[in-house]
């Protein structure tokens, strides 16, 4: 077992992905995981905070030394591993809502983050944050009560969060080692994928790209998404936030 080699279990702290990145620079071993009760800095893509009350949910990062052609798929493994996570603790499905939000009725369940340090044609390292809504209770937060949800939110019961901890890491374990292995995930992480087929507007926060529109209708190998746009050109889109178009 790589995942979990190492656990630091913190009450409180900054940032995990930050704890992460210290501790590879002393050399920790691949797959020490860094799991925080309450951060005070989390982050998410394009910079945004991370809105979670003390001891209600999983937030973990995960240290990795990668091969460069397995950086693409850090995020089909923490994706993959969350969606068969929350099905595994409630029964129900998860979708992952391109390129790396997982859902549960269409409201957000779990965020990912992949940071990596890349010197010339190789990586030094690279972390994987997760934030894994387990007990929040969105209604109780006026920011995220139309977007966000939980696993106890979908079943209407406490949920373990010991259980799902080992749960998750049991699966990023599982799909870790199969793309250390040479394997591709991007076959099942597109079968999960809920934004294709459908028509979208696709932002780019924080640059000054404009938004595209068009259909998105599959990913490629590294996970890119194929958007027809709407005078049938095809934009390829690495990064990018998506909104479904009424």
Not at 58 to 79: D, Q, R
Not at 134 to 156: F, G, M, R, W, Y
Not at 177 to 200: A, F, H, Y
Request: proline share 2%; aromatic share 6%; with cysteine.
């Amino acid at each position: 077992m790589i995942i979990g080699s190492e656990i630091h279990y913190l009450l409180n702290t900054g940032s995990t992905m930050d704890d992460c990145r210290t501790l590879a620079k002393t050399g920790a071993p691949e797959g020490t995981i860094v799991s925080a009760d309450r951060q005070g800095s989390g982050r998410g893509r394009f910079e945004r905070s991370w809105i979670s009350p003390s001891g209600e949910n999983i937030l973990i990062s995960v240290l990795v030394y990668p091969e460069i052609s397995h950086l693409t798929y850090l995020n089909m493994v923490a994706s993959l591993a969350v969606s068969d996570t929350a099905f595994e603790i409630t029964g129900l499905n998860a979708a992952i809502k391109w390129p790396n939000d997982v859902q549960m009725s269409n409201k957000k369940l779990s965020g990912i983050l992949i940071e990596s340090e890349i010197s010339g044609s190789s990586v030094e390292y690279a972390v994987i944050g997760i934030g894994l809504n387990v007990n929040l209770d969105p209604l109780q937060n006026s920011e995220i009560k139309d977007t966000a949800t939980s696993l106890s939110h979908e079943t209407s019961k406490f949920v373990s969060r010991s259980q799902t901890f080992k749960s998750l890491i049991s699966n990023l374990d599982k799909y870790y080692e199969r793309v250390k292995n040479g394997q591709s995930l991007t076959s099942e992480w597109s079968e999960r994928i809920n934004t294709i087929g459908e028509t979208i507007n696709l932002s780019f926060p924080g640059t000054r790209r404009k938004s595209i529109k068009g259909i998105a209708e599959s990913v490629k190998e590294d996970g890119s998404l194929l958007v027809k746009q709407d005078d049938d050109t095809i934009f390829t889109a690495v990064a990018g936030e998506v909104t479904l178009r009424a």
